[in-house]
């Protein structure tokens, strides 16, 4: 059986062929202290990088040539000796040393060069899945295997090369591929790269079933039947968009999850970057808070020098979360709302996977700041465990997924679409059974919404921008219009004589912004790829207001909590745990995310509805220090006096 970790660290060894004295300065010993001084569990480290460098004694690959000794081989071994699982990083589409002495193992672009776009980009030059680079690639997998056998691998930068070598030219023709064509071309370098991963992933569980096994560069659902656990791996900004996406969608794939944060300030190869303690605490405790596991991610120095803060940093942080270790073993998230995203959101090479994907960023941060429980879903999971479906501005369905979602809603659940959610994939005809038609694309280039004082009280009385084009949707009689579409006066465009640059609010053009049914409510646009991008508090307001209509009582309510924390609720045996996070991140700079030292919060209310369910306590989980609490109908309610960064509270029950 597979043990899987809970701590890790993750070390990036890119070390240039140039550099001297590499490993010179190391001291496993001390390294291994380290290690167990922040009760890390696994780590990964490299036995060959994306330079082509390999650190272990190898036959078929090119050893650094600073390097005098089997540092690979050494850190595994004082791992195992340790107790510490270690696993190998091998780069897949990367190797430019080897790449450099065998130009026939690169990839030939469409345009006929070997070298892409900027020279500092690592990403400039990559290898041909389909040249003899393949199978000198496995021939380093079976020296690993056979003379060393860690205890997994990760594999990085499995990414997609178009390609036209010959290689490539030549099958591509036996399959009657036009290998002209440039979107046919794509899809085949799709192809050989899902083809070699498998391979590997063959030859891996051939020499050890129960070997830990990643694919980084396929999405998660890409690589279902390949590896045996998952990582979630951002730094910078995408750190603040990604991780709330990936957390709640990818406990729902049942294997394993890892939150690999950085320690580093910017970004890989910030030798000298390190961020806050508050910022490490924030980012992995929202994982363990939506059941992932840690790791942090580091740059082994050249040298082998050890970075004390850098590691002070992990054991500080490490220690404060390690606090509430038992709250996460074997934990489930409780949620009632289901963000349902395409699949393809999740595939950032097309266009649509793009757009769905700022829509998903959009609805997740909202959903968030609205201290909602939800799960990020796709049209082929289970819905009946929800109450509310919330269909994203991109998710056009399949006849299909509509009878899936038709069957929810006659087993009493709600739907929520924004945009073109519930049409169909190809047209503009609505699936779901909604008293609305679609007339198309919306006219109005911008619409305003005007929504009735009576439906949202806190939205300004006035015609409300909405930034991105929607759909124009018609109510039937037995539907109930929320808020209407206003025109602009004049379209924005150029009309050959003016730029129509300013386009004020006219009057109402009979479309709908907002219909309410018995089966749910349907918003006409992009709701939450807006609210991505502007930020309106106007719109979450509404938003909040409107799935209150929806889903009148929540399992959850809280008060006096601001929209930069967060919470989430997680279920073990006979017990619940409230998790709840004071942290202020912002953005200072396009590609940094600060995180402030967390503040004092006080009188936060809380409410858990536990249908006839009454706890036997409720304490904090670090102290066991008890609150005093209430049951009214059926709900409980407590309150919190003091709250600072992350805490964690267990309601018990009998």
């Given at each position: 059986m597979i043990q899987f970790p809970q701590w890790g660290c993750f070390f990036d060894f890119h070390t240039m062929p140039s550099c001297p004295q590499v490993g010179e300065n190391f001291d496993v010993g001390q390294f291994?202290?380290?290690l167990k001084s922040a009760n890390i569990d696994f780590i990964v480290f490299p036995a060959r990088c994306n330079l082509?460098?390999?650190?272990?004694?190898?036959?078929?690959?090119?050893?650094?040539?600073?390097?005098?000794?089997?540092?690979?081989?050494?850190?595994?071994?004082?791992?195992?000796q340790a107790g510490i699982r270690c696993s190998a990083y091998l780069n897949v589409g990367l190797s430019h040393e080897e790449g450099l002495r065998h130009r026939d193992w690169l990839t030939t672009w469409p345009d006929g060069s070997t070298y892409k776009g900027d020279r500092m980009n690592n990403f400039f030059r990559r290898m041909c899945y389909n040249s003899p680079y393949a199978d000198h690639f496995c021939s380093m997998l079976q020296e690993l295997t056979d003379e060393y056998a860690p205890d997994g691998f990760f594999f990085d930068c499995a990414t997609i090369n178009p390609c036209i070598g010959s290689e490539c030219i030549r099958e591509m023709k036996e399959r009657g591929i036009d290998w002209q064509n440039e979107k046919a071309v794509f899809e085949f370098a799709r192809l050989s790269r899902d083809r070699f991963c498998q391979r590997i992933a063959n030859q891996i569980k051939q020499a050890n079933p129960n070997a830990l096994l990643y694919f980084n560069g396929l999405t998660f659902q890409q690589q279902a039947d390949l590896g045996n656990y998952l990582e979630f791996e951002a730094l910078g900004r995408a750190i603040y968009e990604s991780l709330p996406v990936k957390a709640h969608y990818a406990r729902k794939l049942n294997k394993p999850v890892l939150n690999m944060i950085g320690r580093f300030h910017k970004s890989w190869a910030d030798f000298g970057g390190i961020c806050s303690a508050d910022a490490l605490e924030y980012f992995l405790g929202y994982g363990l808070a939506n059941t992932m596991r840690c790791t942090v991610g580091d740059h082994f120095h050249p040298r082998g020098d050890i970075q004390k803060p850098v590691f002070d940093l992990i054991r500080t942080v490490y220690g404060k979360l390690q606090r509430f270790s038992d709250c996460y073993q074997d934990a489930e998230a409780v949620t009632e709302f289901a963000l349902l995203t395409p699949e393809y959101a999740f595939d950032y090479s097309t266009l649509d996977g793009q757009k769905a994907l700022f829509a998903?960023?959009?609805?997740?941060?909202?959903?968030d700041q609205m201290h909602l429980l939800y799960d990020v879903i796709t049209p082929n999971m289970d819905f009946s465990a929800y109450r509310v479906l919330v269909l994203l501005d991109e998710t056009r369905i399949d006849p299909q997924t509509a009878e899936r979602i038709k069957e929810f809603l006659q087993n009493g659940g709600k739907v929520f679409c924004c945009g073109q959610g519930g049409l169909a994939l190809g047209s503009d005809q609505m699936l779901l059974p909604l008293p609305v038609q679609c007339l198309g694309t919306s006219p109005c280039n911008p619409a305003?919404?005007?929504?009735?004082?009576?439906?949202?009280?806190?939205?300004?009385?006035?015609?409300?921008?909405?930034?991105?084009q929607g759909m124009s949707y018609r109510a039937q009689p037995s539907a109930d219009i929320l808020a209407s579409i206003i025109k602009p006066m004049v379209e924005y465009g150029w009309d050959g004589e003016h730029g129509n640059y300013y386009t004020p609010p006219d009057k109402e053009n009979g479309d709908a912004a907002v219909i309410e049914s018995d089966n749910g409510i349907l918003f006409s646009h992009p709701l939450f790829q807006t609210y991505r991008e502007c930020s309106q508090p106007c719109f979450l307001q509404l938003t909040k207001t409107l799935l209150k209509r929806l889903l009148p009582e929540s399992i959850l309510e809280i008060r006096n909590f601001p929209r930069y924390c967060r919470t989430t609720l997680t279920r073990q045996k006979n017990r619940l745990h409230l998790h709840l996070m004071n942290f202020h991140p912002e953005s200072p700079s396009p590609s940094v995310v600060l995180v402030e030292p967390p503040g004092v919060l006080t009188g936060i209310e809380v409410r858990l509805n536990m249908q006839d369910k009454a706890p036997t306590r409720i304490y904090w989980a670090d102290t066991g220090k008890e609150l005093p609490w209430q049951k009214t109908d059926r709900q409980i309610q407590f309150e919190i006096d003091r709250l600072q960064g992350y805490q964690v509270l267990t309601i018990e029950f009998v």
């Open positions: 291994i202290k380290e082509g460098m390999a650190y272990y004694n190898t036959r078929k690959g090119i050893r650094h040539p600073s390097l005098e000794y089997d540092l690979f081989g050494r850190i595994l071994e004082a791992c195992r998903l960023w959009g609805a997740a941060q909202m959903f305003y919404i005007s929504v009735k004082a009576e439906v949202c009280p806190e939205f300004p009385e006035m015609p409300v921008t909405l930034y991105h």
